[in-house]
């Protein structure tokens, strides 16, 4: 069983006030010979389409002295789990998940705008201490 993130029922209980059920905390990435652990699966009914939206959640806490050594794991641990779910599981989407100040202090650098965007990464923005979703960036 992975270790949590610090941050883990915050952005858990976040995803619920906005109308998720989580299907599965951790969500077990199995792919051929490879065995992962993301953070959380969730689903919503979007009533305007009448059909299940699926996300997988991987939570990141961005804590170390060295913010970009965690975007350089966080971003690896992403495009790894997206690659092992588009072989697998292809109706969900993956999203990163940070706290709120870690996006405006990190992630609002042009340099990693940049290269979320070329990656094509996909946020929730979560203020922690309320335990609120703030933004999705698609």
Same mark, same amino acid.
Do not use: C
């Given at each position: 069983?992975?270790? @949590?993130?610090? %941050?883990?029922?915050?952005?858990?209980?976040?995803?619920?006030?906005?109308?998720?059920?989580?299907?599965?905390?951790? %969500?077990?990435?199995? %792919?051929?010979? $490879?065995?992962?652990?993301?953070? *959380? $699966?969730? /689903?919503?009914? #979007?009533? $305007?389409?009448?059909?299940?939206? @699926?996300?997988?959640?991987?939570?990141?806490?961005? !804590?170390?002295?060295?913010?970009?050594?965690?975007?350089? !794991?966080?971003?690896?641990? &992403?495009? !790894? &789990? @997206?690659?092992?779910?588009? !072989? =697998?599981?292809?109706? &969900?989407?993956? %999203?990163?998940?940070?706290?709120?100040? =870690? &996006?405006? +202090?990190?992630?609002?650098?042009?340099? #990693?705008? /940049?290269?979320?965007?070329? +990656?094509?990464? *996909?946020?929730?923005?979560?203020? =922690?201490?309320?335990?609120?979703? @703030?933004?999705?960036? +698609?």
């Amino acid at each position: 069983m992975p270790a @949590r993130d610090i %941050y883990h029922n915050a952005i858990k209980n976040a995803l619920i006030k906005d109308g998720w059920r989580i299907t599965a905390d951790p %969500y077990k990435i199995k %792919y051929k010979d $490879a065995e992962l652990f993301a953070d *959380l $699966a969730a /689903e919503k009914t #979007i009533a $305007a389409e009448r059909d299940d939206f @699926r996300i997988i959640v991987e939570i990141k806490s961005f !804590l170390s002295p060295s913010p970009m050594q965690d975007f350089e !794991l966080a971003l690896g641990q &992403y495009i !790894l &789990y @997206r690659n092992l779910i588009n !072989l =697998t599981e292809p109706e &969900y989407q993956i %999203y990163l998940a940070i706290r709120e100040s =870690t &996006y405006e +202090n990190f992630f609002t650098r042009e340099s #990693i705008k /940049e290269v979320m965007h070329m +990656n094509q990464v *996909l946020l929730i923005v979560v203020d =922690t201490d309320q335990e609120e979703i @703030r933004q999705w960036i +698609n």
